[in-house]
């Protein structure tokens, strides 16, 4: 984009991706990831799952947005807001669940926890899970994210990959028990993830002008191979055809590096997506002209 | 500011004083901090200038003052060799090494010929050179003088024309009551021309007001695109459209102002068959047919009834016509359509653009101000360097001198107005003086106080008649009506050098400022006349393309922030402020001294004449021509410095009260224009030309000389009636290059020096115009071309220059746009260097391609382009 | 309680970027970033199309998104409708930035940019850090000159009336088609203007109730 381009033409957001900004990418998909594979993984009592998820949510989630800020010090000072910040909201949401959740992981380790303190931990596991959509849905100038769809989306692909993750850990630990239900939960956030993805992209096309470049920029623009390769392939048809396979041969009939292959191909698909949609994060321009 | 950092300071100043970085030479105010120029603001209480504002090259110029790469020493080339991109290898020598050297050569050159010494200055610094370089050169010699490349691309029609017309060095519609403006060209309140930060402000206002502005332009950028309605024009074509307008106003409306015409202009005067005045055999003055008395009196003689404008009468057996008549019937040649034709303006537009400029004239109309009940002619017609910038410049800014007399609206309330030449002075001392009068033939005159608020060598009126010497590198001898020659920059210098048998050529250069290498035609062609000068002196900011490859000494400069002066914005006068608006008078004041070994150029030359043994010479010609008060000349013998020089200046000026300290303190003074001078044309008796008499003999006498030198002049143009010529741009008959291709002013940019500075930089970047080439988007698609192309634009033999393509609809579809004066390379400029485009690389430069009578070079040139990346 | 706000006369605007740099100087502001600044570009079909010149700045929205947005109050509206960032308290997250759709907020990533790269600090650069400091790592914005108004404010001067009162890049303008003043007033300038001159606010679907407004050519 030419500097005299700017809010002309559907104008790139920046600060979430490029430079430093892709910090923010990384932190953002861990922090969900995490959350989710803790929520997921504790569904089906999967301690070791909780810690991992745990983990990754707040060494790689935490850590990365640490090193995002421009004043890491300040970082306390992002709470203070949640009446009308998002970010201070999902920070509150990601605080109280690494609280609570290094505490129920602590008490499950050495005595037990409580049921209670998991529910309680888990709502924020979920509302850390979502939160991220919503800061970024609440952003009015970019048609792309100003969508009420992007927190569903946001949130399918956080649970499906917090899932896949426990279902890897599943397979590890060799546990029999919740495995058909754990798939099962894959089939359906892997079917809901196939109507939200569309359906967000075709109703951000046809919305205001900059939703269309954002829309043609994932589909067609320089990063192209991300969104047919990263999402579409991998992402998608991969673990689809390994369900698909699972229905006709059954889950055991797969084997095994197949499966943790289709995992790592769903986590870069997701990890492709959320690149494509903070890089096609596109303002509708100030003075849009039509000139050639 | 933080309360606690304020008690830090130890010093918060404001200094009043002129901007530098243009010649509309605004008041300013510059904020110190700590000996630390931080602030660049506009003079809200002065009336040059936006009153308050500036543009962003006026707050630029503590980048200026800052810059880094700014000239510090003075250099020596010691690389023999000197060219485009030679590396001068510079020196660093010590100022009475290079005075010494500069004045034993200057001391040569003057004892031999002071026309064998080149003296060019730029226009940037116009106003602010102006009044210091005169009395320079006269007392030099005067040597050979040139302005820049402007001399050539600007004025050299319009300048004359204004003159003659307006008694001024240029034009503007008097905002403040003009309802109807129409632009051939110019710039005015959108950024550039003449008292650019005064004329953005009263056109702004005026566009709140409901004036109707008219652009005639290629390009629908700046003053045109603020614009009531823009008229896409083929360039070099306006004086066609210009005289269609006044032959439908004249011959199909019927329409003009019979009283003006009868009184204010020669349009009264009998002509005979040979196009010269009918002259009473006793007087030798022009006579006019008193209808009345029913026969010829001299112009003048009070007894006249009533003045002809039209029939056919006989004196003495000898058939004559009055002049209006012969221009009522010489237009009708140029019909809407035939104008149509060649500049592409639609017949149908010309036709109601003429009948709305003639019915908003609403002649007859009168208005009164400050009690004096005048005409009242809310219409004006201007152009400037894009419409009289062609090889028909002298008559196209006839043309529009002409459509504004039709309708009587030359320096009347609403009309075309020049920068006020009539002035009685600050109240008590009477001066500055300046005074329009009837010279010959009744014609006006300016008789102007010394080298301010002057208006050119010599003045307008009469003009001067040829008379070969054949001594004079510039063929000022020859061309009488050559404005600056062509041939100090031009391809055929030696071939015309040869043919008046001049021996040997310039010897010495002084280059105050100016970049010439890029500012003028192909550095090519330029560049072998530098070769011939065997000492080049330039006094500059940056080592600049001149500099670097034929400069011999550089000298560092001050720039405007560090010059202590009192000629500042008076200059030709094209810088105060005009129409209704007060008068001011600006001293320029060093906001913080100079750095490193800069030195004022001014003293450098008071020190040179002093050298040269002159030094009584030149206080003797500053005593006349600053009109000295008798306390305040300098006796001979006497030795003052120039500020004490600055000091009687203003006391002369403004009484002993208002003497240097009192200006240091205040930055300018303002007094109330009278109704009297800003509207003169009302109570003078004088008269303005719209036959163009004087050229037949001027013509006939070139005529004479070229032809007997061998020089092909083409004199067609010498012809008393305003007429249009094609140029060679439109006589280009190979289809290939299509595309016409001209420049045009950024309002970023003020010549070729201020890319220099990073925040204009990052704002032309900014800008989608200013560093790339612009076309019609539907050319374009027909060519096969893209937005942001790497493009080459190729003349017609062979010059080319490269670029990025930005793609527009408003331009006209057979026009190529390059904005101001770009393409650096001298490692001097690191920040400008490789910016934007060298339009004057497709230039030629040589007696083909000038006007003929005022040798104003083109400045449009064909081309084709394509497609290299 | 004013609310300050400012009027743009498109029609008097001749795009010469004073107003730009008016606040770069008043700020000190260093290379690349910039808190008004002017769009420019083509509007129109065919014989109506013009070249269009929009100086923008932020509009110190009533309802601001980037005030709505900041999480840790480094971001706040005056009582008297100026939105300012505390460099203090910002944590450089740049929600705000992302937040505002008119994109008027820049992230002060790199302090040790040089307007002349490489050759060091310019005398000007140097003073300008210590007279108007910035902190690197927040965010960066326009601030209605709120030292001009406060200062001037405590003289007794009238924001809009008295220059030294008034915003820079208001009186820098040459075509003087900038105004300034209180919009809760109903016989400001500004209040005036609006009404009789139509002057919208920019975007105003965005939601956030601009305290800038523009007369259209
Ligand atoms: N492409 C293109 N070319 C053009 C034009 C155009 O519109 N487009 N316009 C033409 C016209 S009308 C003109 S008048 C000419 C102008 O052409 P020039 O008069 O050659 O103007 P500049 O190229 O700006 O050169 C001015 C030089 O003066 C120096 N300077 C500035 N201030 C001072 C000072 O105080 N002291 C000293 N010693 N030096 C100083 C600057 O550093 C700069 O190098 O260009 C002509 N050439
Ligand atoms: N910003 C700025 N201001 C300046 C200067 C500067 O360099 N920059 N330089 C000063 C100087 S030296 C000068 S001479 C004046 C010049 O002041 P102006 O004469 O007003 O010059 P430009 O701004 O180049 O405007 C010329 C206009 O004519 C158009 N044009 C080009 N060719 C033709 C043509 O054949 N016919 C018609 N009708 N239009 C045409 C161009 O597109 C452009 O819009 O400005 C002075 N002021
Ligand atoms: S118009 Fe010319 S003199 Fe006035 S501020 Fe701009 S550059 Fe300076
Ligand atoms: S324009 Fe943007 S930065 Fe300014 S107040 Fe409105 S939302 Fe905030
Ligand atoms: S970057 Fe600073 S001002 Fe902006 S939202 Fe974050 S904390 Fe608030
Ligand atoms: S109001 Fe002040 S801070 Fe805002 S853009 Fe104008 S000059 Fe800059
Ligand atoms: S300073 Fe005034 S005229 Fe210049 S761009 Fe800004 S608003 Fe427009
Ligand atoms: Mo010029």
Redesign the interface.
Known sequence: M???????KP?P?T??ID???ILFWIAFFFIELGAAMFLVSSLFGNLFGELIGWLLCAVLGGGFHLV?????L??Y?????PQ?????RG?LFVSGFLVLGLVHIALSLWTASTLVLLIVTNVLAFLAIIYGGF?MS?????PLWNSALLPVLYTVAGLWGGAELSAVVELQSGGPGGNAMLEDLIKILLAAFIVVFPTYLITARYGLSAGKTSVSEIVKGKWWPFFWVGVIVLGIALPMGVIIASFVVGISGIPLALLYLSVAFELIGDLMLRYLILKA?Y??P??P???? | MAGSRQEQLREDTWIPTVCGRCYGACGIRVRRVNGVAVKIEGQPLSTQGSRGGTCAKGLSGLQVLYDPNRLNVPLKRTNPEKGLFVDPQWKEITWDEALDEIARKLKAVIEKDPKRLFYQVTTCRAPYLRGNTRPIMRTLGPPTAFVGGGGLHCGAGAHQIAGMVHGSWSIVPDFKYCNYAIYFGANKGGGSGHSSGTCIRLAAEARTQGTKFVAFDPMRNFASSKATEWIPIVPGTDGAVILAMCNVIVNDLGIYDEKYLKLKTNGPYLVGEDGRYVRDGETGEPLVWDSTAAKAKVYDDPSIGDFALEGEYEIEGKRCHPVFGLVREHIKKYTPEMASKVSDVPASTIRRIATEFAEAASIGSTITIDGHNLPLRPVSAVLFRGGEGHENSYHTCGAVALLNQIVGAADVPGGTVGWTPQSFGFPGTGKPAMHIGKGKDGMLTVDRFGPTFAWSGGGPWPPKMPEFRGDDPALHDIFATMFHSPFLASSDQEEMWQKIGLKGGIEMMISWGANTILSIANREIVAETLKRIPFIVVSELFSTELAEGFADILLPDTCYLEQADCFAGSGMGFSLPFAKDDWAYHITQAVVEPQYERRNFVDVLWELVDRVGKRDQLMEVMNDAYSLADEYKVKPGEKIDRLEMCDRVVKSLFGPEHDWEWFKKHGFITWPKRVEEAYWRCFTDCRAPIYFEHLIDIGEKTREITDKLGIDLDTAQYTPLISWTPCSVHHVKDPAYDLYCFSYRDILHTGSHTMEQPWLDELSHMNPYTYNIVMHSETAKEKGLKDGDLVELETVVGRKVEGRLKLLTGIHQKAVGIAACAGHWAKGMPIAKGKGVNFDILLELDLKHCDPVSFNMETAVRIKIRKIG | MPRWGMVINLQKCVGCYACVLACKQEHFLPPGIFWGRVVVGETGQRAAVTKAAYPVLCNHCEDAACVKVCPTGATVQREDGIVTVDYDKCAGCRYCVLACPYQQRTYYADSKKEYFPGQGLTPLEKIGKELYPLQEGSVLKCNFCIERIDSGLKKGLVPGVDREATPACVIACPAKARYFGDLNDANSEVTLLIKEKKASQFHPEFGTDPSVYYILR
């Open positions: 030419k500097p005299y381009e700017w809010m002309v104008t957001q600060e979430w430079g430093r900004g995002y800020l421009g004043h890491p300040r970082f000072r992002m709470i203070l807001r009308t910040s998002w970010i201070s920070l800061a609440y952003i009015r100038g970019i994060g303002y509708n100030l003075v002209m039509p000139g050639p």
